[in-house]
C-alpha cells in the first residue's frame, strides 16, 4: 500500500515522473518498486538540500547588509530612518565578494531545483486536498502529514525565492550605479522584513521538508 501511496503523491512533491511511471503498480517486484521509489525520492531530497545549502550562506552573510540599515537599542534591533544610514556603506555590503556571488549566480544555479519546486506547488494546488484525503482514507495519517509538511515548504520556498531574486536583480541595478543617495537607501530599508525574517525562514522549511522526505524513505523501506 505504501509504494502505491508514494506513486499517488509523486507528482505533489517534485518526485521525478519517470520514476512515478517505473514504481506505479505492475512493477515486477515490491523490492523493485522500493528501489526506485527510494532512488526518485534522494533526487527530491538533493534538490531540496542545494536549496537549504545556498540559502544557509545567504543566512550567514546577512548581518553584512542589515548592520548598515539596523542599530541596537536595549536588546532590541531598530532599523534607522534613511537620513541616519550612509549610502555608500550600504553600496560596500552588496559589492562584498558574497553578496556578488548571489547577485551574479544565485538565480542561475537554483533555477532547476526551483522550477521542480515551482511544477510541484502547481500540481499540489489541483490534487493536494483529493491526495491527502485519500491517504487519511487509507489510514494513512502520518504520510498525509509528511506530504502536507513538503508541499508548505515547498510553496513558501518558491514565494521566498521569487521575492529574492527579485531583490537582487534591483540590488545589480544599484551597484551598477555610482550615484548612491535616498532612493537606494530606502529600497533596502523597505526589504528589510525580506532580508531579516523571510530569508532565514527558507532554512526552517528546507529542514521540514528534507525530515519529511526521511520519513518517505523509512516507510518505503518498512514496506519493501
Known amino acids: 500500500m505504501i509504494l502505491e501511496s508514494i506513486a499517488s503523491i509523486a507528482g505533489i512533491i517534485g518526485v521525478s515522473l519517470q520514476a ?3 514504481f506505479k503498480p505492475g512493477a515486477k517486484t515490491e523490492t523493485a518498486q522500493a528501489m526506485v521509489a527510494l532512488k526518485a525520492l534522494s533526487t527530491t531530497g538533493k534538490t531540496w538540500k542545494k536549496v537549504h545549502s545556498k540559502y544557509h550562506a545567504v543566512e ?41 556571488d548571489y547577485i551574479e549566480n544565485m538565480e542561475r544555479e537554483l533555477r532547476p531545483c526551483i522550477e521542480t519546486l515551482k511544477y510541484a506547488n502547481e500540481v499540489a494546488k489541483v490534487d493536494k486536498d483529493t491526495i491527502v484525503v485519500g491517504l487519511r482514507k487509507k489510514g494513512l495519517y502520518e504520510l498525509a502529514e509528511n506530504v502536507n509538511t513538503i508541499i ?14 527579485s531583490f537582487l536583480r534591483k540590488a545589480k541595478e544599484l551597484v551598477d550605479n555610482d550615484a548612491w543617495g535616498k532612493e537606494q537607501v530606502e529600497f533596502i530599508i ?13 532554512i526552517g522549511s528546507t529542514d521540514s521538508a528534507l525530515m519529511a522526505i526521511l520519513d518517505l524513505y523509512n516507510y518505503v523501506i518498512d514496506e519493501a
Open 60 to 100: 550567514r552573510n546577512l548581518g553584512t547588509l542589515l548592520s548598515r540599515i539596523e542599530t541596537s537599542q536595549n536588546g532590541q534591533r531598530i532599523t534607522l530612518r534613511p537620513d541616519e544610514v550612509l549610502p555608500n556603506h550600504i553600496k560596500q555590503a552588496l559589492e562584498d565578494l558574497n553578496w556578488q
Open 20 to 22: 512515478y511511471d517505473k
Open 152 to 165: 508548505i515548504s515547498q510553496k513558501k520556498v518558491v514565494q521566498v525565492h521569487l521575492e529574492f531574486i
Open 190 to 202: 523597505a526589504n528589510r522584513v525580506l532580508l531579516r525574517t523571510r530569508i532565514p525562514s527558507v
